[in-house]
């Protein structure tokens, strides 16, 4: 299993750009997530899902929108990137499971810089 | 979720046991404890977690003290790979979200 794949590693956007981060786990999970964490900061959520075609907002969703038509993808959206926008960007997955148990499987992380 | 408190930073001897501490006075009683680290800018990665019983695995130790205000995690031997950020979150059952604070920096000293 290559477990959750994030494309691209690294990307500069000029301000007003817009961009979509790729997010794709091979593990059949149910759950899927994406974070943000700006530069000595834990990680924020920005949107979930808990299947396909149902999406929620996290904390912090203001500038980004996502979909999920299948359960293996969950893409991020950028419409009009702005500096405050530059970060590392987290996808992660998991089975809930009916004890709750949140363990949660992370990629690699898209490092964008906005400028 | 309730609020965890850590050590900003901690250092170890390579070898020996690491304890690090959290506090999570606020805890209810269906929320667990999880423990995640992050290696140097990669997506964090799961240690263990518990509810009220101590834990053990492959990585760590869990010891949840008796009213379940703090936890300690335990690597039994600490090698210069744990090197890391490790983080303390309560989560309750129902709850989608990790709240990552900015947890406590180790570093593991040969």
């Known amino acids: 299993n290559a477990g959750v794949t994030q494309t691209p590693k690294f990307r500069i956007l000029k301000i007003g750009q817009s961009m979509t981060l790729q997010c794709a786990q091979d593990?059949?999970?149910?759950?899927m997530y994406w974070y943000r964490q700006d530069p000595g900061m834990g990680l924020k959520l920005i949107y979930y899902?808990?299947?396909?075609?149902?999406?929620d907002k996290g904390e912090v969703p203001n500038g980004y929108n996502v979909s999920r038509s299948t359960t293996e993808d969950f893409p991020l959206r950028l419409e009009l990137a702005a500096p405050s926008q530059t970060s590392v960007y987290f996808c992660?997955?998991?089975?809930?499971?009916?004890?709750?148990?949140?363990?949660?499987?992370f990629g690699p992380g898209t490092r964008l810089t906005v400028l | 979720d309730a609020k965890t408190t850590q050590p900003t930073s901690m250092d170890c001897a390579e070898g020996r046991a690491a304890n690090l501490p959290c506090n999570h006075s606020?805890?209810?009683?269906?929320?667990?404890v999880y423990w995640y680290r992050q290696i140097h800018s990669q997506g964090p990665q799961y240690i263990i977690h518990?509810?009220?019983n101590n834990e053990t695995n492959e990585m760590a130790s869990l010891i949840i003290t008796e009213d379940r205000k703090s936890s300690t995690l335990i690597l039994p031997h600490a090698t210069l790979r744990d090197t890391a950020v490790y983080y303390c979150?309560?989560?309750?059952?129902?709850?989608?979200?990790?709240?990552f604070g900015k947890g406590t920096k180790l570093s593991v000293i040969p």
């Open positions: 992660a997955s998991n089975n809930k499971g009916t004890s709750g148990v949140n363990e949660q499987f």
């Open positions: 518990g509810l009220k």
């Open positions: 606020t805890i209810s009683g269906n929320e667990y």
């Open positions: 593990m059949n999970h149910n759950y």
């Open positions: 979150i309560a989560s309750g059952a129902g709850s989608y979200q990790l709240t």
């Open positions: 899902s808990v299947g396909a075609g149902i999406t």
